[in-house]
T-cell receptor, first 112, second 112 residues
Framework: GNSVTQMEGPVTLSEEAFLTINCTYT??????LFWYVQYPGEGLQLLLK?????DKGSNKGFEATYRKETTSFHLEKGSVQVSDSAVYFC???????????FGAGTRLAVHP | NAGVTQTPKFQVLKTGQSMTLQCAQD?????MYWYRQDPGMGLRLIYY???????DKGEVPNGYNVSRLNKREFSLRLESAAPSQTSVYFC???????????FGDGTRLSIL
């Protein structure tokens, strides 16, 4: 079945460090891929998405490229800020199932 | 600009009590979802409704029932609450298959 695997957290970085959060997936067909972010005490917000192979999603300095050959959608940011501290979820949508499949989430903590 | 509204935000129940969590969206979305979020497990789908008048089970439907009252509202009911249902519950909605889901701020439910 479809599944998403994320690197375990927490990830702890200093401000202005480079961020990578790994995400790989298993799916039949050509799923759409998403990154969601959850700030403390809030619901999930869409951060970026990619709907086909080699697409790059980007938002707020974050980027992720849909790599079909490695079934990956790693999240990157060149210079993190304290305000980026949150939990990040990778997810895929497979049309045949009409629902999102989420990874377990990766907590990011950025300190000054 | 309400988006997805969940009520209540917090609730404490005793084992065996019943409870209905309310969710409403004002974006004219077709699909609505109920998830639970537990530490280290990401979001797990409880039930979803692809369109008004239809509901389907997700990954963890046992102990829950849902009602898609109309296009706007999708409620989740616990008939006889159990401590294992202590969690944060999120409602989400989506316009169409390739569109992202929009989430509410969650309901924190504790069952003693």
């Amino acid at each position: 079945g479809n599944s998403v695997t994320q690197m375990e957290g927490p990830v702890t970085l200093s401000e202005e460090a480079f961020l990578t959060i790994n995400c790989t997936y298993t799916a039949t067909g050509y799923p759409s891929l998403f990154w969601y972010v959850q700030y403390p005490g809030e619901g999930l917000q869409l951060l970026l998405k990619a709907t086909k192979a080699d697409d790059k999603g980007s938002n707020k300095g974050f980027e992720a490229t849909y790599r079909k050959e490695t079934t990956s959608f790693h999240l990157e940011k060149g210079s993190v800020q304290v305000s980026d501290s949150a939990v990040y979820f990778c997810a895929l949508f497979s049309g045949g199932y009409n629902k999102l499949i989420f990874g377990a989430g990766t907590r990011l903590a950025v300190h000054p | 600009n309400a988006g997805v509204t969940q009520t209540p935000k917090f609730q404490v129940l005793k084992t065996g009590q019943s409870m209905t969590l309310q969710c409403a969206q004002d974006m004219n979305h077709n699909s609505m979802y109920w998830y639970r979020q537990d530490p280290g497990m990401g979001l797990r789908l409880i039930y979803y409704s692809a369109s008004e008048g239809t509901t389907d089970k997700g990954e963890v439907p046992n102990g829950y029932n849902v009602s898609r009252l109309n296009k706007r509202e999708f409620s989740l009911r616990l008939e006889s609450a159990a401590p294992s249902q202590t969690s944060v519950y999120f409602c989400a909605s989506r316009l169409d298959r390739d569109q992202p889901q929009h989430f509410g701020d969650g309901t924190r439910l504790s069952i003693l």
